[in-house]
């Protein structure tokens, strides 16, 4: 069963091609890591995965429908695009039960992700006054807010201490065990190799390999996924062809 | 939409910079009626009787508290693109016209809230010092039950106004500069410039002034009916152009 599904997305901003003709499927109960370089259009797939931008055709879908469609998403997809998306003036736990109400989330589960994140104890503090890992834990627990199946993650790990980062190595893994879709996007190699099962890789906007993880190096000769990356997003690889030597689904 | 609404108006309540000058509003309420009555007598005013009563009410709840809310609503929802708490908003309710309408049925149930307690508060108070000045309250007088009725209605629509204005703009800034400039500088001189006296009654000022005190015998202001038509009529273009666009722009960039 395919949770994300990304067919032929293309995005434009005027004269530049952020995203184009991209095409993957994500399965259930897996974890993908997505890499790019900066400026790659792993950001821009996201936000149009989760219809903060629209395509300029293609269609991005999450259980067979665009997120715009979806009743109650947050039930269905937890997702983390920014960690700086809290007014600095509210409380943690009152940012989350802001965002929870839409999807009539009792605050009960408010306070059981803000413990499960380890942020029970600043719960009551400004978001303004939290360091980076804090406002990133705290996106990451509003993402958690719904106990959702699928769950859509840009950079999760930017900011976080080696503790927190082996923390949420831990979590994805446990969110994967239990059958849930992880999408995950990172420049974090080393460790991303580490947790993902399977990679998407973009480059310009254009796919260059989805695959499994032990398939891709196995079949690419490479040594490690940095090895395969830096060859496959150099300026003087062979761009435009997926890489990998297995469809593009990853079902 | 009621999910939506409870989440809007916990924002109101946890936004300082928002309710702040509600608070403060529903001070100055008091404050009014505590300085008219205190003045009343001295130099060239007016010695207080049971016909001060209505003019208490209008004066105290008027034009500060529809500003109040405007700028409270304005803080609201061009801050959500400032903070960019918009992001979040629009991943737990992606069908967008539903969340500006959530801000805007928010906005004017505030408006109504915040009217009525400052009617609430101004006809206590009212109460209290033409009662300790031995003036008889007469509750049923020509003038008492319109101000209690348009002081919350006119503060909704300013409501409305807020939030339809940060919508449209997303920037905190610009829309509180947008909304003094117009009250203090615009709506002034647009009679001048446009050499056409009469155009000023038809202006949200002069049309909420209306609303509040009524047609002026020398006919220079427009009927309460129309003026309330008129200023209905500005939110309802505000908050349908915040709404159109907050449904096209795209959300999470630089900007939003």
Redesign the interface.
């Known amino acids: 069963m395919t949770t994300i599904a990304v067919e032929a997305l293309t995005k434009r901003y005027g004269t530049v091609t952020a995203v184009d003709d991209l095409t993957f499927e994500l399965a259930p109960g897996r974890i993908t890591g997505f890499l790019g370089p900066n400026g790659a259009g792993k950001s821009t797939t996201m936000?149009l995965l989760?219809?903060?931008?629209?395509p300029t055709s293609g269609r991005a879908t999450i259980n067979g429908c665009p997120?715009?469609e979806?009743r109650d998403?947050?039930r269905h997809v937890g997702?983390l695009?920014?960690p700086?998306?809290?007014?600095?003036?509210?409380?943690g736990r009152?940012?989350l039960?802001?965002?929870a109400?839409?999807?009539?989330i009792p605050d009960q589960r408010v306070e059981e992700v803000l413990h499960l994140v380890g942020l029970g104890s600043a719960a009551h503090r400004r978001a303004g006054g939290y360091s980076q890992g804090m406002r990133q834990r705290l996106a990451l627990a509003?993402a958690l807010l719904g106990d959702p199946e699928t769950l859509v993650l840009d950079e999760p790990a930017n900011g976080l201490d080696p503790e927190g980062v082996h923390w949420l190595r831990g979590l994805l893994r446990r969110l994967a065990a239990e059958g849930r879709t992880v999408f995950v996007s990172s420049h974090l190699l080393a460790e991303l190799a580490q947790t993902v099962d399977d990679v998407v890789i973009i480059n310009q906007g254009r796919l260059v390999a989805a695959d499994s993880m032990a398939d891709l190096l196995e079949h690419t000769n490479a040594s490690s996924l940095e090895d395969f990356f830096l060859g496959a997003t150099s300026p003087d690889a062979r761009p435009t062809h997926p890489t990998s030597t297995r469809s593009r689904s990853l079902s | 939409m009621r999910?939506?609404i409870?989440?809007e108006l916990?924002?109101l309540r946890?936004?300082?910079?928002a309710w702040i000058p509600l608070t403060a509003a529903l001070a100055i309420a008091v404050i009014a009626v505590v300085a008219n009555t205190s003045m009343a007598g001295h130099g060239a005013n007016t010695h207080l009787s049971p016909a001060a009563l209505p003019g208490l009410l209008r004066a105290s709840g008027g034009q500060i508290v529809d500003g109040a809310v405007l700028l409270a609503w304005i803080v609201l929802s061009a801050?959500e693109f400032r903070?960019?708490?918009s992001?979040?908003t629009?991943?737990?309710?992606?069908?967008r016209l539903r969340i500006a309408a959530a801000k805007l049925v928010s906005a004017a149930l505030t408006g109504v809230a915040v009217g009525l307690l400052a009617e609430a508060l101004s006809a206590a108070t009212s109460a209290a010092a033409l009662s300790a000045h031995h003036v008889p309250l007469n509750w049923s007088q020509p003038g008492v039950l319109s101000a209690m009725v348009a002081v919350p209605l006119l503060a909704a629509l300013f409501g409305v106004l807020g939030a339809g204005l940060g919508l449209l703009l997303r920037n905190t800034a610009a829309a509180l500069g947008l909304a003094l400039m117009w009250a203090f500088v615009v709506e002034g001189i647009i009679p001048a410039v446009t050499r056409a006296p009469g155009m000023v009654r038809w202006l949200p000022e002069a049309a909420a002034n209306a609303v509040l005190h009524g047609a002026s015998p020398a006919a220079t202001t427009l009927s309460a009916g129309v003026a309330l038509a008129v200023l209905a009529g500005y939110a309802a273009l505000l908050a349908g152009a915040g709404a159109a666009l907050t449904a096209r722009r795209?959300?999470?960039?630089a900007t939003g």
């Open positions: 936000r989760l219809g903060l931008a629209r997120y715009a979806l998403p947050l997702a695009i920014d700086n998306v809290f007014h600095p003036g509210r409380s009152t940012a039960r802001i965002a109400r839409p999807a009539r509003a | 999910s939506l409870s989440a916990l924002k946890s936004t300082r910079s801050g903070h960019r708490t992001v979040t629009f991943l737990g309710e992606p069908r795209e959300i999470g960039t």
